[in-house]
């Protein structure tokens, strides 16, 4: 009797496995692709995203400096705007004229919404004071209040340039027209104080855009614009 048991549940067994388990296989074969599809399509969103999306670099240096108005401007005073960053001197015969004018070019933009911004600090602090940066910006075209042309201390102003942000400044009377040598980089900076970029086609941080080509300018004007609708 229990030999007849014995064959009866091994015969449901074999028919469950018949007729169960190969469409139980051909399910999780179906899931399985399912799931890579989603797995791959969430990787293409994400790449995507990266690619979209502005990198926090980390907060910008905090900075106290003195406008071509003698007026006190601090990192503060930016505070709630997305403001474009560069270092300058006003007689600076190479590449300062093309960056002055690109910087016009996004005050032309945005200049109208009072959460843009632009500080232009000197490299040449010993000639460049306010009274000449307020003739400076008048031969410029800056026509906004929060395009500040700054001044300061010399070392306090290459430490800033150099070690706060990164972005290289030097002396050198001798071996350079104008006397002073420095890169044609603007920094980005969102209304929280944080520097930010986008990627490069390799999905890197650029860090800071080229304020000398056409391509670097178009680049920042659309982030800026992503910026200021954050």
Known sequence: MKNKSYIGISFII????IIFIPK?????????????????????INKEEAKSSLVIMGKAPSFKLTDQNNQTITEADYKGKVYVLEFFFSTCPSI???????????????????????????????????????????????????WHMLTGDK???????????NIFAGESKEKVNGGFEHSGLFAL?????????????????ILYYDGLEAAGVKAIKEDIQLLLNE
């Open 96 to 146: 300062c004229p093309i960056m002055n004018k690109n910087m016009v070019t996004l005050q032309t933009a945005y200049g109208s919404n009072p959460n843009f911004g632009i500080a232009s600090i000197s490299i040449n602090p010993e000639n460049d004071t306010p009274a000449v940066l307020k003739e400076h910006a008048k031969k410029v075209g800056v026509t906004i209040k929060n």
């Open 14 to 17: 074999l028919i469950f496995g």
């Open 155 to 165: 070392k306090y102003i290459f430490e800033l340039s150099n070690k706060g942000f």
């Open 189 to 205: 900076i969102d209304k929280n104080g944080n520097i930010r970029c986008r990627r490069d086609q390799q999905g890197n941080p």
């Open 24 to 44: 139980i296989i051909e399910r999780i074969k179906k899931d399985d692709i399912v799931r890579n599809d989603r797995m791959s399509l969430s990787n293409e």
